[in-house]
C-alpha cells in the first residue's frame, strides 16, 4: 500500500469509511439510503460526504427537482371546469350575457365572475361592451391559446407530483399559465443528492481497511477493568458543529451608558444627579430662554398635572432671573424685553434635557467644578428612525477661571474619540450659549449628518443672575443615537424593542465576535 494512500486512510473519520463502504455495495444510495444502512442520521451522512468530496474521494451531485400538484382549488377546477371556461359554454348557448346574467350563473361566486371576464377577454374568448359580453369566433371554437384548460388541469390531477421532466412542451406552456393564477397549483423544489467515487476512493476501498468502533464517552467499567487502556478514541473534531448559545449579558444601550460614565470618570468628571421632574424655571428660565419660546409649547414639552406646580429657589435668585429676562439686569445685556411671569416658572415638565442640572449646581456656587450627568429626558417627539419622545443625555459643565471653547471643543473631541467615533463641529445657537456648538457624525446607510448633542460656554445672561463669574463650558449629548450607530441599527427604536433577535447576536463584549 502506498505511503500516501495510508495516510489518507488514517485520517479518516468513522462516518467516512463506513459511507465509503456503503458506497462500495451500493454507488446509488440516496443519502437517506446510506443514512438507514450505516444507522447514521442524515445529517452526519450529508457532512462526511462534504468532508470526502473537499478530500477528492467522492463527487457529491446535486439535482433540483420541481414537482407540481393540485392545490383544493385547482382541484375543484378540474373536476368542475375552471370559472371562464364554465362562462364560456353559456355564452356559446347565448351569445351575449349582461352583467345581471353573469350574476345569476349557478355555481359562480361574484369573485370569480370578475375574475372570469379578465380571463375570457385575455383568452379572446368573448369581447366586453357597454357591460355586455358577447362571444368571439375564438370562443366559438373554444380555442385556448394559452393551452391551459381543465384537460391539464386533470392530467395534474392523475399525476399527482408531476415533476418537471414529465412535462411536453404544450404542457409545460399550459402549466406556467396556470401557475401565473392563483391558488392553482402547488409547485415543491427538492434538491437530491448523490455520490460518485472518485478513483482515488476506489483504491482506497481496494486496499481494504477495518472501521473499528471507537468510544466517545468511558464507562465506569470499563475504568474499573483497565480495558480503557485498549480503547481507540475518537479523535477531537474541532469542525463538529456545536449549538449556538446565547449568555445572558447587559443590554447594549447600559454598557454604552456605563462607558460613558467610565469615560468621563477617567477624564476627572464627577458625577452629579437630577430629577425627571423639574420646574420649568431651572429647565428653561434659568437658561435665559424665553417664556414663549417654542420650545416651552406643549407640542414639544410634557406638562405635568400632579404636581402641578414646583416650588423655586429664593427670592433673590428668582427676581435676578426675572430681571435678566426682561431687561437684561446687572449683564449688560438688552434681555428680552417682556414680562416675565413667575406662574409659568413654577410650571412642572418632566425635564427636556439635562442642563437644568448644570444651572443648579452653578447656583449651589461650589466652584471650580466639573461633573457630568447621566439621564433620562422627555420631549414629545414623533417617533422615527432617529426620534424618540425618551433618551438619554449625558450632561457636562465645567466651570473655572479661564476656561475657554478650545477646552469644551478638546473636551468633546477626547471623549467621543475614547468611544470610536468620529465626529464634526458646526456653528448652532442655543439660548443660554455663546459660542455655540453642535456635534454630528455621518449616517453612511442614510447618507447624511446626524445631530449627537450641542454644546457651548453659559452666556452672561445665565451665569450672572446664578452669581456666577467665571466662565463655564457645557454640553448635553444624546446617547441612543451612538449606541444606534455603535451597533449598526438603521432605526433608534431597536434599542427598545422586545424583539431580541439582535440583542442575542450583538457580541459580549466589544470586538470579540464568535463567529
Ligand atoms: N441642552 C441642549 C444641549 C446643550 C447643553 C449645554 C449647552 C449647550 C447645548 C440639548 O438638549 O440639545
Known sequence: MSENINKIINELHIYEKKLLKELEINENATPEEIAEHTGLNIKSVMSAAGSLSSK???????????????TDNGKKYAEIGLPERRILKVLQDRKQLAMKDLASLENLDKKEVNISIGWLIRKSWAKMDKGVLSITDVGESSRDKLGEDESLLN????????????????????LSALKDRKNLIAEE???????????????????????????????????????????KYRPYDINAEYPIFFPGKEHPLRRIIQEIREIFLNMGFTEDKGDYLESAFWNFDSLFQP?????????????????????????????????????????????WDYTWDVDIARQSVLRTHTTGISTQRLAEGNLPIKMFSIGRVFRRETFDYKHLPEFHQVEGLVAAPGINYQNLLGTLKEFYKKLGFEVRFRPAYFPYTYLSTECEIYLEEKESWIELGGCGMFRPEVLEPLGINTPALAFGLGIERLAMIRYDLSDIRMLYKSDISWLREVPLEEGIDFD
Not at 477528492?56 to 393540485?70: A, H, M, N, R, Y
Not at 392530467?155 to 399550459?174: C, F, H
Not at 476501498?205 to 477493568?225: N, R
Not at 429664593?314 to 435678566?324: F, G, H, K, M
Open 189 to 231: 423544489k427538492i434538491t437530491h443528492h448523490s455520490f460518485k467515487l472518485n478513483d482515488l476512493a476506489k483504491e482506497i476501498l481496494d486496499s481494504g481497511f477495518t472501521i473499528e468502533e471507537e468510544a466517545t464517552q468511558l464507562t465506569h467499567q470499563q475504568l474499573k477493568e483497565g480495558s480503557w487502556k485498549d480503547l
Open 291 to 335: 417664556q414663549d419660546h417654542a420650545a416651552r409649547e406643549m407640542q414639544d414639552t410634557f406638562y405635568i398635572k400632579n404636581p402641578l406646580t414646583c416650588d423655586l429657589p429664593d427670592d433673590e435668585l428668582v427676581e435676578n432671573v426675572a430681571r435678566t429676562h426682561e431687561n437684561g439686569g446687572n449683564t449688560g445685556s438688552e434681555g
Open 155 to 174: 392530467t395534474l390531477i392523475e399525476k399527482v407530483n408531476l415533476s418537471k421532466e414529465q412535462l411536453d412542451e404544450d404542457m409545460a406552456k399550459g
Open 56 to 70: 477528492g474521494l467522492i463527487t457529491v451531485k446535486k439535482d433540483l427537482q420541481e414537482k407540481f400538484s393540485l
